[in-house]
């Protein structure tokens, strides 16, 4: 069974048109506060981490102090980031296609819209990872396991209403299978019980399987095609479904920031993805580097939202 994928033209478009375009480096003039949605440990700490240490180089003077306010499934703190000082130097992690199906639940204190992105910078690919000692070793196995006994099987993801959860409800369409979605705050608090094996598996991504590979085993990945760290992985399409989507990561500001420190921060964001340091992190880690900045946002985001429609549905949202 096939279905339409949500992200391959995203993708192909993000590659096409939102090629870097990179300014002349300016340093901020003081640290930049750097809050966190979601738990340490996860891919969006990979990032930060990864951005604080690449703009250290460039700007050794000033400092990227990284906040944790997780809670809500991102929820928490882009209900609140509003309220953070409009100064230029405080900027937000956000994730798609969470920031559009959250609010079409009605459950979080905050719309799509009162959301400010300033920059998308990476797309890590859905993967369904199960622990090393898993007596499950193929994507075969999971479908198997799954079928024995309705909602046995019981995958793990970070958050509701979110790119794991979304795909967590595409496996049960394309495989009709039924399985149980787990939420966890992110995927730092998931691993333990990942690798404890009190879950079947994970609806994550490919960046914790290659995260942490030795301790889990990935199945399958939405890629177009085998990931050079996960030879051994099948993709959904080698397994014949039309998959390839995952989740997007970026940075956004309080609305009432100025639209000139919006663009700094943009091209400084368009900067560190460009620098040979992060691609090569980014790489290390799975992360599918993109580059949307303020000037290509509007198109972007219409796109991605009406794209995100068609997930809504499958979760019920929006009735």
């Known amino acids: 069974m096939k279905i339409r994928s949500l992200a391959a033209a995203a993708l192909a478009l993000s590659a096409a048109i939102f090629a870097p375009q990179v300014s002349a ?48 499934g991102g929820g928490l703190m882009w209900a609140q980031m509003n309220n953070l000082p409009a100064d230029g130097y405080n900027i937000v992690g956000i994730n798609l296609p969470h920031i559009v199906l959250q609010p079409l639940e009605g459950q979080v204190q905050y719309k799509t819209d009162d959301i400010t992105p300033v920059y998308w910078f990476h797309y890590t690919p859905d993967a369904i990872v199960v622990a090393e000692q898993s ?49 966890f705050k992110g995927t730092g608090d998931l691993t333990t019980a990942v690798l404890g094996q009190h879950v079947t598996g994970a609806m994550s991504y490919s960046a914790f399987a290659i995260n942490s590979k030795g301790k889990v085993r990935a199945i399958a990945v939405a890629l177009d095609k085998r990931h050079p760290l996960l030879p051994d992985v099948p993709t959904f399409k080698e397994l014949g479904f039309d998959w390839i989507d995952g989740a997007y990561r970026g940075i956004g500001m309080p609305k009432s920031t100025p639209p000139e420190a919006r663009k700094r921060m943009s091209d400084l964001w368009a900067t560190l993805n460009n620098d040979p340091e992060m691609k090569d992190l980014a790489f290390k880690s799975g992360f599918e580097l993109v580059n949307v900045g303020v000037d290509k946002m509007e198109p972007f985001m219409r796109e991605r939202t009406k794209a995100y429609s068609e997930v809504a549905k499958r979760l019920g949202l929006g009735k």
């Open 25 to 72: 480096q300016v340093c901020p003039e003081k640290n930049v506060m750097y809050w966190q949605a979601f738990p340490a440990g996860g891919e969006s700490d990979i990032s930060a981490r990864h951005q604080q240490a690449v703009l250290k180089k460039k700007c050794p003077s000033i400092e990227t102090i990284v906040q944790y306010k997780p809670g809500a």
């Open 135 to 183: 007596p499950i070793k193929t994507f075969a196995d999971l479908v198997k396991m799954a079928k024995a006994k309705a909602g046995d099987v019981t995958l793990a993801g970070s958050g509701t209403n979110s790119a794991n959860h979304a795909a967590h409800e595409k496996l049960d369409i394309v495989a009709n299978i039924k399985t149980t979605y787990v939420p």
